[in-house]
T-cell receptor, first 112, second 111 residues
Framework: NAGVTQTPKFQVLKTGQSMTLQCAQD?????MSWYRQDPGMGLRLIHY???????DQGEVPNGYNVSRSTTEDFPLRLLSAAPSQTSVYFCASGAYSNQPQHFGDGTRLSIL | SQQGEEDPQALSIQEGENATMNCSYKTSINNLQWYRQNSGRGLVHLIL?????REKHSGRLRVTLDTSKKSSSLLITASRAADTASYFC???????????FGTGTRLLVSP
């Protein structure tokens, strides 16, 4: 069981470039989420999904796009990278409400 | 905005001592969760406590929840060097796993 797998682990982008952060889970979880972690601020929710075909915005959605075509995958797209998006990005999945989330190991993204 | 505020921000203790971390939050919740994060790694779930529960135990961990004060505490008994990590509380206000995290407590346990 791989759990939640995030790729890539590290990425450096130039301002204005676009890219997709991949997230896959093999636990058949309905809920999936993307968070960003900045120094001293804990994790903040970017987008989340309660099932295939259903997504919604979190606290800090601007500049990011998501889709959920399958239960397993929940990619996060940066449309036009900005230095303010330099962060560590975590994907998480959960079975249903009132259950814990399982986190991937993160993607460390630097935007120059 | 951050829902949870954790106290202390940093805690340094010796092996064998107990560690207590506190979390305060602002709005009503469905559940409150505690996670551990080792340096450079993802978060690992420790305990989930529902809004109608007051206390939960898991091994050396004890979590309490006081919804009237909007606060929770995590107690780690008989700490070990391996407990060195950052600890975060997170609240779920909607039941849809939209977690709102606190800023965390950095725990250092010295041998």
């Amino acid at each position: 069981n791989a759990g939640v797998t995030q790729t890539p682990k590290f990425q450096v982008l130039k301002t204005g470039q676009s890219m997709t952060l991949q997230c896959a889970q093999d636990m058949n979880h309905e809920y999936m989420s993307w968070y960003r972690q900045d120094p001293g601020m804990g994790l903040r929710l970017i987008h989340y999904s309660v099932g295939a075909g259903i997504t919604d915005q979190g606290e800090v959605p601007n500049g990011y796009n998501v889709s959920r075509s399958t239960t397993e995958d929940f990619p996060l797209r940066l449309l036009s990278a900005a230095p303010s998006q330099t962060s560590v990005y975590f994907c998480a999945s959960g079975a249903y409400s009132n259950q814990p989330q399982h986190f991937g190991d993160g993607t460390r993204l630097s935007i120059l | 905005s951050q829902q949870g505020e954790e106290d202390p921000q940093a805690l340094s203790i010796q092996e064998g001592e107990n560690a207590t971390m506190n979390c305060s939050y602002k709005t009503s919740i469905n559940n409150l969760q505690w996670y551990r994060q080792n340096s450079g790694r993802g978060l690992v779930h420790l305990i989930l406590i529902r809004s109608n529960e007051r206390e939960k135990h898991s091994g050396r961990l004890r979590v309490t929840l006081d919804t009237s004060k909007k606060s929770s505490s995590l107690l780690i008994t008989a700490s070990r060097a391996a407990d060195t990590a950052s600890y975060f509380c997170a609240t779920d206000n909607t039941g849809f796993q939209k977690l709102v995290f606190g800023t965390g407590t950095r725990l250092l346990v010295s041998p």
